[in-house]
Nanobody, 114 residues
Framework: QVQLVESGGGLVQPGGSLRLSCAVS??????MGWYRQAPGNQRELVAA???????NYADSVNGRFTISRDNAKNTIYLQMNSLKPEDTAVYYC??????????WGQGTQVTVSS
């Protein structure tokens, strides 16, 4: 059973920063990423990274968020800077197996508000 444990969410003022972490219990995955879902919206891709370090970002976060991974620790990170109220959402960690299966974390709430 693959388990993903996220941490690092919370309440931050506009313009502030947060760093999310996601530790994966077992397995090696080529693609790992972060999604988010705001109330009333569909879940959307925020950023993804391959095992080799290639990255992909949603236009709305490009230049403000940075995804990274530590393959030795089987952990991925999302550094979020210059946060905006529209970044408020539940953030989910996701990994994709060789067979195309998605494994999800439980989600961590990020709230950007003054």
């Amino acid at each position: 059973q693959v388990q993903l444990v996220e941490s690092g969410g919370g309440l931050v003022q506009p313009g502030g920063s947060l760093r999310l972490s996601c530790a994966v219990s077992r397995g090696a995955f080529n693609v790992m990423g972060w999604y988010r879902q705001a109330p009333g919206n569909q879940r959307e891709l925020v950023a993804a990274i391959t095992r080799g370090g290639s990255t992909n970002y949603a236009d709305s976060v490009n230049g403000r968020f940075t995804i990274s991974r530590d393959n030795a620790k089987n952990t991925i990170y999302l550094q979020m800077n210059s946060l905006k109220p529209e970044d408020t959402a539940v953030y989910y960690c996701d990994v994709i197996s060789v067979g195309g299966l998605h494994y999800w974390g439980q989600g961590t709430q990020v709230t950007v508000s003054s």
